[in-house]
C-alpha cells in the first residue's frame, strides 16, 4: 500500500502532531467523501505500508518528526508545492523565502532525490502572464537546483468547483500554443539546471521539448528508495494520471493556506470549520467518531496490502 498523506489537504503543515499519533496507533480513520458516515478503517504498520507520498506547500512543521518517522522504519518522499503567487491568490501562505528555505532544509535532511519539487498549477492573468511566469520558473530553478532532481508541473484545469473563488482573478483560458509556449521554456530552463521536467496528469503531449507524463505516486522511485520490487496497479484517478494506487487519509476542505485555485479546498470558511473540529487524539483527521451515526468499515484487503515482491531490487536495476 503507497499511502498519500495527502493530496486532499496538508498535513505536513497543519496536522504533524495527529499524523503521528496514528503512526504511533497504527491505524487511521478515513471518512468516504460521498457518505460521510461511513469511515474506513486503514493499517499503518510498516508490513502494510510500502512507502508514505506527503504533499505539502510547507514542509517545516514536520521536521521535527522526520528523524522519527525514519527511526519507526516508514520509507518516503515529499510531493513539495512552491508557485510563484502572492497573497492574492495564496492568502495564508508563508513568505515564499520561508518555504523555499524550508525545502532546502528538508532535502538535506532527506535527500534530494525525495523532494519533488512542483510547480502547480499555473494560471494566467493580467498579472501572472507567461513572461511572469517564465521569470519565475527560472528563478525558483537557480534557487533550488541543488536540493532537488525532478519538477513537475501542471496547468490550471477548468474546475467549475472553484471558479466563485477566482471570479474576480480574470483568468485566462490556456491555449494549446500557451502550453507549448511555458513547455519550451521550461524545458530549456530545466535543462540548463540540469533537472527532470514532467507534467501531471496532462493530456497535451510535450514529449518533442524532452517532458514525459509524470507519476506522482512513482512506482519507480518507490522502488529505489525501499529496495524492493513493487507490483502495483495503476491509478485511476484522471485519464492522463500515470500514479500506481495509493490510499489518501486526507479530507476535502480542512486546509487553511487558502489557494484560491484549489480543488480540494474550495470554501474558505468550511475549511476553516473543519480545522477546529481537529482533534489531535482523534483517529479521524476531522472531528471525532459518532458512534450512534458513523459505521466503520474495513476496507478491501488488496486495497491495503503490500505490493512489494520478495525480489531484491539490486536484481533487476
Not at 257 to 270: E, I, P, Q, T
Request: contains cysteine.
Amino acid at each position: 500500500m503507497i499511502l498519500s498523506v495527502s493530496r486532499r489537504t496538508d498535513i505536513p503543515a497543519f496536522y504533524g502532531k495527529w499524523f503521528m499519533q496514528r503512526l504511533k496507533e497504527q491505524y487511521v480513520l478515513v471518512r468516504n467523501p460521498f457518505n460521510i458516515h461511513q469511515l474506513s478503517n486503514i493499517p499503518l504498520t510498516t508490513t502494510s505500508i510500502d512507502a508514505i507520498v506527503f504533499w505539502t506547500k510547507n514542509s517545516k512543521p514536520i521536521h521535527k518528526y522526520l528523524k522519527e518517522i525514519d527511526n519507526m522504519g516508514y520509507k518516503y518522499y515529499f510531493q513539495y508545492t512552491i508557485t510563484p503567487y502572492k497573497k492574492d491568490m495564496e492568502e495564508n501562505l508563508p513568505d515564499k523565502k520561508i518555504i523555499i528555505n524550508a525545502f532546502k532544509e528538508l532535502s538535506t535532511l532527506i535527500g534530494r532525490e525525495k523532494v519533488i519539487l512542483r510547480y502547480d498549477p499555473i494560471v494566467l492573468t493580467s498579472s501572472y502572464t507567461i513572461d511572469y511566469h517564465i521569470k519565475a520558473f527560472e528563478k525558483l530553478c537557480n534557487h533550488l537546483k541543488d536540493y532537488t532532481n525532478k519538477i513537475i508541473f501542471s496547468f490550471l484545469d477548468d474546475y467549475k468547483i472553484i471558479s466563485k473563488n477566482m471570479k474576480n482573478h480574470n483568468i485566462y483560458n490556456i491555449t494549446t500554443d500557451d502550453m507549448h509556449t511555458l513547455a519550451k521554456n521550461f524545458s530549456s530552463i530545466a535543462k540548463s539546471y540540469n533537472l527532470i521536467l514532467e507534467s501531471c496528469a496532462e493530456k497535451i503531449d510535450l514529449e518533442k521539448y524532452n517532458i514525459n507524463h509524470g507519476k506522482c505516486i512513482d512506482n519507480e522511485l518507490i522502488e529505489k528508495i525501499t529496495g524492493a520490487k513493487l507490483k502495483a496497479p495503476k491509478d485511476n484517478q484522471r485519464e492522463s494520471c500515470g500514479c500506481i494506487k495509493c490510499i489518501d487519509i486526507g479530507e476535502y476542505n480542512s486546509c487553511v493556506h487558502n489557494c484560491l485555485y484549489c480543488y480540494a479546498n474550495v470554501n474558505k470558511d468550511s475549511a476553516y470549520k473543519s480545522y477546529k473540529l481537529h482533534n489531535p487524539l482523534s483517529p479521524l483527521l476531522i472531528g471525532n467518531i459518532d458512534y450512534e451515526k458513523d459505521k466503520i468499515v474495513e476496507r478491501n484487503k488488496f486495497d491495503i496490502k503490500s505490493y512489494k515482491q520478495e525480489t531484491n531490487i539490486e536484481d533487476f536495476i
